[in-house]
DNA sequence: CGACATTATGACACCGGTGTCAGACTGTAT
DNA sequence: ATACAGTCTGACACCGGTGTCATAATGTCG
């Protein structure tokens, strides 16, 4: 018995790390049963079972993924990537998808999965990278759609079958799984409250094109509701900008300096409404006194900024627990739908 | 040639993903070569490499990182272990880390590496389990020390030889790698900053014990640069207080309500001066006029309170990138000294 | 005692690459 | 023609697990 060579690895070779050829050795079994026995097969003697868990236990064996997941053919891994807008300043990150980031980690913990998080520039060709490589099971792609160039490489995801599924808005001719916020229902939200509020006379900072579905669906939800009371968002009052501080602050100016007037502004983003607001005050203009305004996302500056900012809140540890829990279902074969999260509003200083 | 058949993989079928033997088929070479040609091996042919690269490409494929991994044994992946205060809510992560985060994913990236992120309660056995099971290559820790137990499970890793680096206080009896901010030459900075400014009357609220070393490295470095002008920091003055917003508020109210007087703040972290700052203004008391605050870490939300934060910023962007430096030297054996990082001044006006 | 089910185990192929080694082929010097 | 170096390629073992199949050992029943 002593005699005999192990096949795999060396009796007692601490330079590497312990395989289960090593258990097997100690235990006096084959290494089938030492496989076995470690993820709990009703096939394996319980005596037996407890002497491998063991001398596992002693020698600090851990399984190797790399061995495990080649032969059952997939990682317990999910891909997180996060697409920026590509203006953004490299060293900071939009605030509201790190907080995504958190809730989608914690998510992932609470299945078992681990996740991998990578920065992806929309124009690289990141798509199927991670899950034909065999390194994820699945795909969470989490950015504001900067969607030129976006739709072919879904297709190619599609075409791959590889699993995925996208945060944000949910576009009709798209047949990608999604979860997002209720964008329009958001914007509506927002109109009601300054309706209530009397301040109908409302500016918009964002993006009133369909170049960006979530920022477009949150102006329609907006625009829509007010409309219902017969008042127009009139074209000269909408700025674009992307979802920076700095784009809110420069769209903001320019519409002052066009001697745009209004006493309510709605924002597409928090990140807008706070730019926003600093060019407000710069200008003389007193936030709420003259111009309520109302942001997008509840991030966390939110709360913190002078006044406090009246926003629309996306759930996003629910969303995180969404996301992963689709694409889990997704990767199982099962039946997924698009989800739909509820807002609510947030009423702060800067709207009463 | 037509009736071979190919040992792993079927001609044609397109249900799995493609194979190095699917191109070798289509190539009409063997596999080995396929390998070596989509690694630009100079041991092929010209043509042949272009053939296979082109073929490759058709059949979309992309090498199974399991499988190459298992046999390298390693796994161009790292490890982010990230530690939070346990009693932090559960839905929020403290910014500073999330900023991290996102630096350590960027430096990541440039490196070629994946990131897995992984949170950790600090209870768990999670030492080891990246590493050893070849998910990853090496460790990042990030935390504000909570290091209770955690110095034992530090020996484990470096026992088990694991490749990891810390974010966090340098302590002596450790022989571990860290990066990290000078937190004693920051609090040494809050405290020439007040002295300058006049107000050496201080209080400061975070961990003026050496449970939290960095807490107490800031701390440190602020009372012992009072301490050159003969000014003393009562301990009647210090509060204690864990790094969230909460936290600093009733740690300043308890203050407060002792009676302690002070007309300048020191706090740990931004999150506990934010909280310090409610409890001052609450309290009728007039930030900076009555109180200067100056708080450490400079998250973004320290540019948004009112009256907006003085502090001494870490340098997240570097820190990152050093940790992953230092991490990748010490995977491939290279001298690697522990790093300390400058801190640097924001002053706003909290503090004047 | 033979037929058969049940339990526990070992042998072995396999996942999809990588690295080593042997050898075929070409060209050039002897 | 022979020797030999240089270039390119294929065969094959290997990484460390998992799953299938065969089989030994034990028990049960007619």
Redo the contacts with the bound molecule.
């Keep these: 018995m002593a005699d005999n060579v192990t096949?795999?690895?060396v009796e007692k070779n601490m330079k590497?790390?312990?395989?289960?050829?090593d258990?097997?050795h100690y235990a006096?079994?084959?290494?089938?049963?030492?496989?076995?026995?470690?993820?709990n097969?009703?096939?394996?003697?319980?005596?037996?079972?407890r002497r491998v868990h063991e001398i596992a236990k002693k020698l600090n064996?851990?399984?190797?993924k790399?061995?495990?997941n080649?032969?059952?053919?997939q990682s317990s891994t999910l891909a997180l990537l996060l697409f920026e807008d590509p203006t953004e300043d490299e060293s900071q990150i939009n605030p509201f998808f790190l907080s995504m980031l958190g809730s989608i980690t914690r998510a992932c913990a609470k299945e078992g999965y681990d996740l991998l998080v990578s920065f992806q520039s929309t124009s690289s060709d990141w798509h199927a990278d991670y899950e034909d490589s065999?390194r994820a099971d699945g795909l969470i792609l989490l950015g504001y759609g900067d969607y030129i160039d976006y739709q072919s490489k879904l297709q190619t995801l599609l075409d791959n079958h590889t699993k995925f599924v996208c945060w944000g808005a949910s576009v009709d001719d798209r047949p990608d799984l999604t979860v997002s916020c209720d964008n329009y229902g958001g914007g509506a939200l927002a109109a009601k409250h300054l309706i209530e509020m009397v301040r109908t006379d409302c500016a918009f900072i964002g993006d009133a094109s369909d170049h960006s579905p979530e920022f477009f669906a949150r102006f329609k939800g907006f625009r829509d509701t007010l409309k219902q009371k017969a008042i127009e968002v009139s074209d000269r009052k909408i700025a674009n900008a992307i979802s920076t501080e700095d784009s809110g602050y420069h769209a903001t100016r320019s519409l002052i300096a066009n001697n745009v007037t209004f006493n309510a502004l709605f924002a597409a983003s928090d990140l807008i409404a706070i730019g926003a607001i600093k060019a407000l005050q710069e200008a003389g203009i007193r936030v709420p006194h003259d111009v309520h305004v109302v942001g997008f996302d509840n991030i966390a500056a939110a709360g913190y900024v002078s006044p406090s900012l009246t926003t629309v809140q996306q759930n996003t540890t629910l969303a995180g627990q969404m996301l992963v829990d689709n694409l889990l279902r997704l990767i199982r074969g099962e039946q997924v739908a698009d989800t739909l999260l509820p807002p609510k509003l947030i009423i702060r200083q800067s709207s009463r």
Tied chains: 1, 2.
């Excluded at 590497?16 to 050829?21: C, E, H, N």
């Excluded at 006096?28 to 993820?39: C, D, M, P, W």
């Excluded at 097969?41 to 079972?49: A, H, I």
């Excluded at 064996?61 to 190797?64: A, E, G, L, M, S």
């Design positions: 096949v795999q690895s590497g790390k312990a395989t289960s050829f258990i097997a006096g079994v084959s290494q089938s049963t030492v496989s076995r026995a470690l993820r097969s009703p096939l394996v003697n319980e005596e037996t079972r064996y851990k399984v190797d790399n061995a495990s080649l032969r059952t053919q065999h």
